[in-house]
């Protein structure tokens, strides 16, 4: 969900231990893991904040590494009776099960080769179509590791637009823990990159903003916003600059990070921007008993100054990120990210939601049921509407790939096509963009794995598919360090 694993963590913990591994001071795990500390380290407790708040930072930075383990240990074991996150996943694989119906053991046979190193850190790259259960075909490609350059800060949650009237490349990233946006530019179809520029800076030059959801409108202004979606942040200028004003809006609590829907009348000018958003329905994270998400439609005629009241989607309960485009034929096509399975809820790991699409033909009046693609383990996805009127749609595997002949797991980024307007896609023939296997078999070993995917298409036809990976995880972590990296490739 749009609090996704990597970021919903960042908000608790790191309150006293600066460590993202829970969402909430409310939730079982954050109180399980407060139990586990002596009472006079528990922070808040009793009279001012404890000793957590004022002990050294000498003991803090002694007991940070087995406080981080054992927290990791409860995410991911204690939590449920003392069985891992993980273990549904791999005992549905073993049964055949790989998050879809359109994946099968002999399609991954292929494509997953049991000693594959991962790509990152070479340029030349290749990326595989399947053709069935037949041997793949080969398409020359570009791997780069983008973030590679940032002295190992963290970099997640990639945004790619492309600015025709420069004919420029810009990419919005998510860098340090906690994240704070930057950008950087590039001047040749995606071959060499600038340096880090960020949204926003303090007055002693440190980052302080955080912007999600880079659209552009053309013309060179640019629109972001905080998940929170109480602000906007503007630039007019082809995103040299930045400003940030409170937005008019109704509605309470909602939250998105997907780029906005642009809709656009004659001349191309933008008549509206829409978007998807959503909020909890009020039942537990982790409870079977109903959908945790319910997503919602709302549109702005004055380029995200002030939005209509966003309307409750009945189609998209249990719906939570929402990436839209305009069909060739005029429909509105959503590709959601939909609740873990209610076999899966008690393990309270977003890593199990699916994908799905929502149509609408009304220009978002209504829209029709959510026709799931992926049951679990494939999320995050973008679209790309194709000259040919057909639609590309990537996305991540984080769930679903067996593990490897060394028993690490395997996480993947691919991409899928619509001839018919989102209606129906080619499993069958999609394409693999990038594939790597973890470094780790414990209860971190979904530190390796992979969140978001943006893709842009450029006048010569070339695709450009920026990913968040941690592959670079190290059996020494002991927490989530995410990099971002790029696939340049084609489909032809």
Same mark, same amino acid.
Request: hydrophobic share 40%.
């Given at each position: ?14 309150? /006293? ?12 795990? @954050? ?71 359109? !994946? ?13 190193? #991962? ?5 030349? #790259? ?19 590791? *983008? ?6 800060? =963290? ?23 906690? *994240? #704070?946006?930057?950008? *950087? ?30 659209? $552009? ?44 829907? !642009? ?13 998807? $958003? ?57 590709? $959601? ?13 977003? @890593? ?21 693609? /992926?049951?679990?383990?494939? @999320? @995050? ?9 057909? *639609? ?10 067996? =593990? ?24 069958? #023939? ?49 927490? $989530? ?12």
């Amino acid at each position: 969900m749009p609090v996704d694993f990597q970021m919903k963590t960042t908000r608790t913990i790191t309150r /006293y231990l600066k460590l993202p591994l829970l969402r909430s001071p409310r939730s079982a795990l @954050h109180q399980k893991l407060r139990r586990l500390l002596p009472r006079p380290f528990r922070r808040g407790e009793g009279r001012g904040e404890g000793l957590l708040g004022v002990v050294c930072p000498a003991v803090l930075s002694v007991a940070r590494f087995w406080i981080v383990l054992l927290a990791a240990k409860l995410v991911t074991s204690n939590a449920v009776g003392g069985e891992s996150m993980l273990a549904p996943a791999l005992k549905a694989i073993e049964a055949g099960d790989f998050g879809g119906e359109a !994946v099968t053991r002999a399609q991954l046979d292929q494509c997953l080769p049991p000693s594959k190193p #991962h790509p990152f850190g070479q340029r030349e #790259h290749v990326v595989l179509q399947l053709d069935g259960e037949k041997k793949p075909a080969t398409r020359p490609a570009q791997m780069q590791w *983008i973030s590679q350059p940032w002295n190992g800060e =963290n970099a997640q949650m990639p945004y790619l637009v492309y600015l025709p009237e420069k004919d420029r490349v810009l990419m919005l990233v998510q860098c340090r823990q906690p *994240i #704070h946006s930057a950008f *950087i530019t590039s001047a040749d179809h995606g071959e060499t990159w600038s340096a880090r520029r960020w949204l926003s800076v303090d007055t002693n030059g440190q980052p302080n903003s955080v912007g999600l959801g880079l659209t $552009c409108l053309g013309d060179g202004k640019l629109l972001a916003f905080p998940e929170d979606l109480k602000a906007l942040w503007t630039s007019s200028d082809y995103g040299q600059t930045w400003k940030s004003t409170a937005v008019s809006d109704p509605g309470s609590e909602r939250y998105a990070w997907d780029p906005l829907l !642009v809709v656009r009348g004659a001349g191309g000018r933008v008549e509206r921007v829409a978007q998807g $958003c959503w909020k909890p329905t009020g039942v537990a994270w982790g409870s079977p008993d109903a959908p945790y998400s319910q997503a919602y439609f709302r549109s702005s005629a004055d380029e995200g100054q002030t939005w209509s009241e966003a309307a409750k989607v009945p189609q998209w309960l249990g719906v939570n990120e929402v990436s839209m485009i305009v069909a060739a034929n005029g429909d509105w096509v959503a590709a $959601c990210r939909i609740d873990y399975p209610k076999r899966f809820a008690r393990f309270q790991f977003d @890593h199990y939601g699916g994908l799905g699409v929502s149509i609408s033909k009304d220009r978002g009046k209504s829209w029709s049921d959510v026709k799931r693609l /992926y049951e679990w383990g494939r @999320h @995050h996805p973008s679209m790309v509407l194709l000259p040919d009127k057909r *639609i590309l749609m990537t996305y991540v595997v984080r769930l679903g790939y067996p =593990n490897n002949a060394q028993g690490l797991p395997q996480f993947g980024v691919e991409a899928v096509i619509s001839s018919d307007n989102g209606r129906t896609w080619d499993f069958g #023939h999609r394409y693999v963009l990038a594939t790597w296997a973890g470094t780790l078999k414990d209860e971190r070993s979904w530190f390796c794995s992979v969140q978001s995917t943006s893709t842009v298409r450029l006048p010569d036809g070339t695709l450009l598919t920026a990913f968040g990976t941690g592959f670079n995880n190290t059996a020494e972590a002991t927490r $989530c360090k995410m990099d971002v990296a790029l696939t340049k490739w084609r489909l032809d």
